[in-house]
């Protein structure tokens, strides 16, 4: 059904294991800013546009363009032959690397206008040969047609410099000066001036659990809904996070057993590099969808591993228990982050976090 929405029209198909939901919504709402009037479906909420179409993750519109995200997880994207493609990033996920290789490659190649990488990511960037028209972007001084310079955290976004100019995007992180990279060469791509790209991302809200606030308290305690689960993804959200004040107290749900137990050293790896050793990390058990997966791991493995790291970590599987040691931890100026995918009750989680906290 998507496939067939995404042929009716102009398609951009945004895909990419990390970051691709960002720069879908960036995209809807650079287009919708400047009067193009697309439709967008979208794999998260889109602050900006709670209420459209009676859910955040559509817009619906009047215009020839689409804007949708991609997904590899189920091999879907293989369907899709969009306009425009842009591929965010690629790294261990749903797929081995080598069947990552081959679904992004033909999705650049099925691009009939042209397709965005990412320069920052050697195998995203080795695909430049399969379609004529490609423009690329890096946030770490590769070679690129797009590239974000001077990138200085401020206290409610970052701000960067593209092509001698200045810009301030209202969301925190190099990864999303990253994606906002993408969304402004896609973009350009169908004939959106820079201008108008710059304009609109100056007033996009983000994505909902994507580093999103849920409130701080009275007493100076942030409480963050965050859908970080894969090594990339809590790297580059704890990366964001480590570049302002405060001690954080992370609450993390794996999910999947057989997804927690393919990328266990990788989660491990991105806890014990991004976290200070007065940081806490507390892991639930991980979260079970359902399906006939085999339960041969647990959260409390990767806790152990992550002991041997001298880090501060727990392995508690009860919420109350977990609110009562977070409640009794936290102080001015820390953040609380609730961490993770697929489970629906986890910004329910975070919002009783915050009220015990508060």
């Keep these: 059904m998507l496939a067939g929405f995404l042929h009716e029209h102009n398609g951009i198909a945004v895909g990419g294991t990390s970051g691709k939901t960002t720069v879908t919504g ?17 794999g998260g909420v889109m602050l900006n546009y709670p209420d459209s179409g009676g859910l955040g993750n559509v817009i619906t519109g009047q215009g020839t363009f689409c804007v949708i995200e991609a997904d590899e997880s189920d091999g879907s994207i293989e369907l899709y032959h969009p306009a425009v493609s842009v591929v965010t990033s690629l790294s261990l ?3 081995s690397i080598e069947e990552l290789k081959v679904l992004f490659g033909d999705f650049v190649e099925r691009a009939s206008v042209g397709a965005i990488l990412n320069a920052d990511n050697a195998d995203v960037i080795a695909l430049k040969g399969r379609n004529s028209n490609i423009l690329s972007f890096s946030v770490q001084g590769a070679e690129a047609d797009l590239k974000a310079e001077n990138i200085i955290p401020e206290e409610n976004g970052v701000r960067f410099t593209l092509d001698g100019e200045q810009i301030f995007l ?5 990864h999303n000066v990253a994606n906002a990279l993408a969304a402004i060469a896609a973009s350009e791509m169908i004939g959106i001036t820079r201008e108008q ?3 609109a991302l100056s007033t996009f809200k983000g994505i909902h659990r994507r ?4 409130g701080v308290t009275k007493k100076g305690i942030t409480v ?6 894969n090594p990339e993804k809590i790297n580059a959200s704890l990366s964001a996070l480590k570049e302002y004040d405060g001690r954080l107290i992370i609450i993390y749900q794996p999910h999947g057993f057989k997804p927690t137990k393919m990328l266990r050293a990788g989660i491990v790896e991105a806890f014990d590099k991004q976290l200070s050793l007065d940081d ?10 359902g399906g006939t997966a085999q339960k041969d791991i647990s959260a409390a493995d990767l806790v152990r591993d992550l002991e041997k790291t001298g880090k501060r970590v727990h392995f508690i599987p009860n919420r109350k228990k977990i609110t009562a040691l977070v409640k009794g931890l936290a102080t001015k100026g820390d953040r609380i982050v609730i961490m993770g995918a ?10 009783s976090i915050y009220e015990a906290v508060s």
């Design 170 to 174: 209202p969301v925190i992180g190099r």
């Design 342 to 351: 697929r489970d629906e009750t986890l910004s329910d989680f975070a919002r």
């Design 197 to 199: 790209a710059i304009n």
């Design 280 to 289: 806490t990390l507390i892991m639930q058990e991980i979260y079970y969808a």
């Design 26 to 42: 960036m995209i809807g709402h650079i287009l919708k800013e400047s009067g193009v009037d697309p439709d967008v479906i979208n």
């Design 211 to 214: 580093l999103e606030t849920v």
């Design 93 to 95: 996920d749903h797929k």
């Design 224 to 229: 963050i809904d965050d859908f970080a689960h």
